[in-house]
């Protein structure tokens, strides 16, 4: 942390707003660490604002979307998938299904987020993307999804059948 760890401070971060490795819970610490791992470019700590600023963690005022959308919108370009989904989710129920809401299934679908292919599969079934638009994103997910199984994973989804992360 002294030497502005982005890292570090998204860390410490979810030690204090999971209890983790013995900290205490104070999720207002937690916020406040979130806020400069996010200042120093720490992707998943603006996945954290986000989700904070949507709920209302740390103290923040509940449902501050502005906020929750800026955040996950930095974690988004950051490359974070599920991000990049719930910025989905967000503009979806705003607006619906539109070409906006898709393209960021589709591009979270193609990083391998099952989640994000389901609905882009919605989204087809609605006509909202063409058949080749669907076609092209799930080779898209098929090729990551096979880029990232190995052995070790395959034996640690085994080991850890509730951790979902697992290929």
């Not at 209302?56 to 929750?68: E, H, I, P, S, Y």
Request: proline share 1%; with cysteine.
């Amino acid at each position: 942390m002294k030497l502005n760890d982005a890292e570090a401070f998204y860390q410490l971060g979810n030690g204090y707003g999971y209890k983790l490795w013995g900290l205490p819970l104070d999720r207002s610490k937690a916020f406040e660490l979130y806020k400069k791992g996010a200042e120093l470019g720490s992707i998943e700590a603006h996945d954290q604002l986000s989700k904070s600023y949507k709920n209302g963690f740390g103290g923040v005022k509940n449902g501050d979307l502005k906020k929750a959308q800026y955040h996950c919108e930095m974690a988004a370009k950051g490359g974070h998938e599920m991000a990049r989904h719930n910025l989905g989710m967000m503009w979806k129920n705003l607006m619906g299904y539109t070409n906006h809401v898709m393209k960021h299934y589709m591009v979270s679908a193609s990083s391998g987020l099952e989640l994000a292919l389901k609905e882009v599969g919605e989204g087809y079934k609605a006509g909202h993307i063409t058949k080749d638009e669907y076609a092209k994103t799930l080779r898209a997910y098929q090729r990551t999804r096979d880029e990232m199984t190995s052995v070790q994973r395959t034996k640690a989804a085994k080991l850890y059948p509730s951790a979902t992360n697992f290929v």
